[in-house]
């Protein structure tokens, strides 16, 4: 099949995916399409939002529509790792069936009981309550895609994504996680309320029955193609070059770091920032049915690639400087080529330029 | 069909050709801009400084220059084909795939989308034409330039002189600093003149001029002196520079006055010139009348300039004072003949044949005897002749005697008679030291030439004892070694 074809297809893939969530979940278009786009770029999210946006039912509903193995963890502070990854149970099996002995004959065995991790889809529900430790065993999952127990490291079938939620209220006997497992975060999604219209729509749903069952779309195969496809998107020198100066412009003390950053971040982007902005770019030029990733791509793709790797220091915590203010400071002062002006805030909003 | 690569390669192609066109056009019509601003200057500056061309051409050998410069420059500036393309994907909203694509062109075997992202970028920009993608022609400057060719024209047919604007800034009298400016001009030439030469007196009167130029130009000198001193100037220089002029001069300069009385001074100059041993070999006699002519013309604007009708020699106004009264506030300082107050004066009295030739005699005694010009020699033609206006109407001799005798320097009158002329050797002593031979060694010359100036049949008895006397007073007789 000519490439070209394949692109087109995957848009109408992505249309349908859309599509067809969008038959149960009302509204969170974006949140729908960030999720899509971590899948496709081999990425896991963080999803923020208060308790009854939907986060759980999202969930299912990718499920169902990739026709892919789902679990769900309630993360909780007494949650152990071996909740999360499986654990190595003793086994007693009767062998006078397999012998066919007279005598009976017990025999026991060790075997690794695998755990909720192991599934297409894992949503970590309000990942935050559990201690570290038992958020760090998601670690070797989000990274390597592998587990490993008593000594053997496990394989999760692909496509392996992660959906954590967590809830950014009632932070009491929360455990906020770790930079390094923030890190491994393809993407960080803010969920919103919906709008009235919207939550008019999710009433009619969720209080008549007519509850809709979704199809399945594409399958694990499906997934892998476009994945590979993701990976094959062109993106020019000077389109990653703007990546990574956003980026880089998130840490204080760099040249390209902002006032703002200078004065309120501790921490910026580690160079998974760039990396997970190019990748997203590019997934979303195919989305888009386009060949090659441009720069609105990657303004687009900074948002979330970045908010969750900008650590405020105190001071910014203080005056209630939030990451995402942060990163629209970043998305405002650098500009797409170096040695142009600076982009004007409708700009940095996305609003394609001089058109 | 052809490869897309290739057409891809060919729109960038047009579209940086007409890029860099539009950088030569731009380029060129910025030089054009500042080419016609510098020649507008240039333009307004003609009246004073001079360009060996007109000022319409001067400007338009600005302007050429500019624009040419300006093109230059543009060529050697890089037209971007990336930033060209990046800037077209703005435009068309193409979310930079030409951009993209010219990356995928430099190296073909980029992935699987190479190929349609080119083809598709190469669709791109043969649907649109490249005026479009590269945006209106702008040139910021172009607007100017008629305005500019306007004053480049006005400066021309009225210039203004930027230095009247410098010295009103600098609350100076703007007419006094420009002749001023122009006297240092007129004194380096000379300068240069008398170094070439090796005229060490012509050097120092040179130098004298420049630095009553820079007075006039700093404004640190009031104009009556500075008249006076021009004045003084003048005089020397046409006694130090023997024309040989043989026009009309004015009555007070040296000539042959037949008719004394009338005292209007003939060009046929008789009287004993001093200071002529410059011959015509050393000195270009035009050379110097041109610049004579000069400062003559620089006095009487600065008169003019100040307002006042001082004049060196004497005024049209033969009734004022000065008309008959010396110009210059020191006495004499040669014995040389016409240009001096006392040969101008001795120019209208009835005995003004003997003074003239007293008063030549005595330049070949005093101090200003002792440049490299020598002693002069009787009956040479005035070089300065024309450099000291006579009065019009003459004044008897006790209008005309007189001088200030509280102020030993105040100025002599001229010798109306033999007792005037008397008392002008005397006080004349002069102050100016400009020569660079030693006293021994050109009074010993004077003297001699003095001795040989006597033995003349023209000059008078009298004042042959009277020369005789001057020198045997200074401690150097005629005859003395």
New interface residues.
């Given amino acids: 099949m000519e490439?070209?074809e394949k692109?087109r297809q995957v848009r109408e893939s992505v249309l349908a995916l859309k599509e067809e969530i969008g038959k149960a979940i009302v509204g969170h278009q974006a949140i729908v399409e960030g999720i899509l786009v971590c899948l496709f770029c081999g990425g896991h999210a963080l999803l923020e939002g208060v308790p009854g946006l939907g986060k759980t039912t999202l969930i299912k509903c990718l499920g169902q529509v990739l026709d892919l193995v789902t679990s769900r963890i309630q993360f909780t502070p007494d949650l152990m790792p071996a909740d999360i990854v499986g654990t190595n149970v003793l086994i007693r099996e009767d062998m006078r069936a397999e012998a066919g002995a007279s005598d009976a004959q017990d025999r026991r065995i060790v075997r690794f009981q695998k755990g909720p991790v192991f599934a297409n889809i894992v949503l970590a529900d309000e990942i935050n309550r559990a201690t570290p430790k038992t958020q760090s065993a998601l670690l070797e999952a989000m990274q390597e895609q592998t587990v490993t127990a008593g000594g053997t490291t496990y394989a999760l079938d692909a496509p392996f994504i992660v959906l954590a939620t967590q809830n950014p209220i009632e932070m009491e006997g929360t455990y906020p996680l770790p930079e390094a497992q923030l890190d491994r975060f393809f993407f960080k999604l803010a969920l919103d309320y919906p709008s009235p219209e919207e939550i008019s729509r999710i009433v009619d749903r969720t209080t008549t029955g007519l509850f809709p069952s979704l199809g399945r779309i594409m399958g694990a195969g499906e997934v892998a193609e476009i994945k590979a496809l993701v990976r094959?998107?062109?993106?020019?020198?000077?389109?990653k070059d703007y990546a990574i100066r956003l980026a880089l412009a998130t840490r204080p003390g760099t040249p390209l770091a902002t006032e703002m950053v200078g004065r309120y971040v501790r921490y910026g982007a580690s160079p998974r920032g760039p990396q997970s902005i190019v990748l997203a770019a590019k997934a979303k030029?195919l989305f888009?049915g386009?060949?090659?990733?441009?720069?609105?791509?990657v303004r687009d793709a900074a948002r979330p690639a970045l908010r969750h790797r900008i650590l405020l220091n105190f001071e910014g915590e203080a005056e209630g400087i939030t990451a995402e203010r942060i990163v629209e400071d970043v998305l405002l002062k650098v500009p797409?080529?170096p040695g142009e002006a600076s982009r004007s805030p409708d700009d940095a909003r996305g609003a394609?330029?001089?058109? | 069909m052809r490869d897309p690569y290739e057409a891809f390669r060919g729109h960038v192609g047009k579209l940086t050709s007409l890029a860099r066109l539009d950088l030569l056009l731009r380029g060129a019509v910025r030089g054009l801009f500042f080419g016609l601003l510098s020649g507008a200057i240039a333009a307004a500056a003609l009246g004073t400084v001079r360009l060996p061309l007109g000022a319409l051409p001067a400007a338009g050998i600005f302007a050429g220059a500019g624009m040419t410069a300006g093109a230059a420059a543009s060529l050697l500036r890089r037209v971007d084909a990336?930033?060209l393309l990046?800037?077209a994907?703005?435009?068309?909203?193409s979310?930079?795939?030409a951009?993209?694509?010219?990356?995928?062109a430099a190296s073909p075997s980029?992935?699987?989308?190479?190929r349609?992202?080119v083809e598709?970028a190469a669709r791109l920009l043969a649907g649109v034409a490249p005026r479009r993608l590269l945006g209106k022609l702008r040139l910021p400057l172009l607007p100017f330039l008629p305005l500019l060719a306007a004053a480049v024209v006005l400066a021309a047919l009225f210039p203004f002189d930027l230095r009247i604007l410098l010295a009103s800034l600098r609350h100076q009298d703007s007419g006094l600093v420009l002749i001023g400016e122009d006297l240092q001009g007129y004194g380096r030439r000379m300068e240069e003149t008398a170094r070439a030469r090796g005229l060490g007196r012509s050097l120092a009167l040179s130098q004298e001029l420049q630095q009553l130029g820079r007075e006039l130009a700093d404004s640190s000198i009031q104009q009556d002196d500075a008249l006076d001193r021009l004045a003084q100037l003048e005089r020397r220089l046409a006694r130090e520079f023997d024309l040989q002029a043989t026009g009309p001069t004015d009555g007070g300069s040296a000539g042959s006055r037949k008719g004394a009385a009338s005292g209007e001074g003939s060009a046929a100059g008789t009287g004993t010139g001093a200071g002529r041993d410059i011959g015509p070999g050393r000195t270009s006699s035009q050379e110097l009348k041109d610049l004579e002519d000069s400062l003559r013309k620089l006095r009487e604007a600065m008169e003019k300039a100040s307002g006042t009708d001082k004049t060196a020699g004497g005024s049209e106004d033969s009734q004022s004072p000065k008309a008959t009264e010396p110009p210059a506030t020191q006495p004499p300082r040669d014995g040389s003949r016409s240009p001096s107050p006392s040969a101008d004066a001795a120019g209208h009295g009835p005995d003004s044949g003997a003074a003239e030739g007293f008063a030549g005699e005595q330049g070949g005694t005093g101090r200003e005897g002792e440049s490299e010009l020598g002693a002069g020699q009787g009956n040479q033609p005035s070089s300065a002749a024309g450099t000291v206006p006579a009065p019009e109407k003459k004044g008897p001799p006790s209008e005309i005697a007189g001088g200030n005798p509280e102020d030993p320097l105040s100025p002599v009158p001229s010798a109306t008679a033999e007792g005037d002329a008397a008392k002008m050797l005397v006080r004349s002593l002069p102050d100016w030291s400009g020569s660079r031979l030693p006293d021994a060694q050109v009074l010993r010359d004077y003297a001699q030439q003095a001795e040989s100036a006597l033995s003349k049949d023209e000059v008078p008895p009298k004042l042959r004892e009277f020369v005789k006397n001057y020198f045997m007073n200074i401690g150097l007789g005629p005859g003395e070694e």
């Fill in positions: 490439v070209r692109a094959e998107v062109p993106v020019a020198s000077h389109v030029a888009d386009r060949m090659n990733a441009g720069f609105a791509d797409e080529v394609p330029r001089d058109s | 990336r930033r990046i800037q994907d703005r435009t068309l909203g979310h930079d795939l951009s993209t694509a010219l990356e995928l980029q992935g699987v989308f190479s349609p992202v598709d």
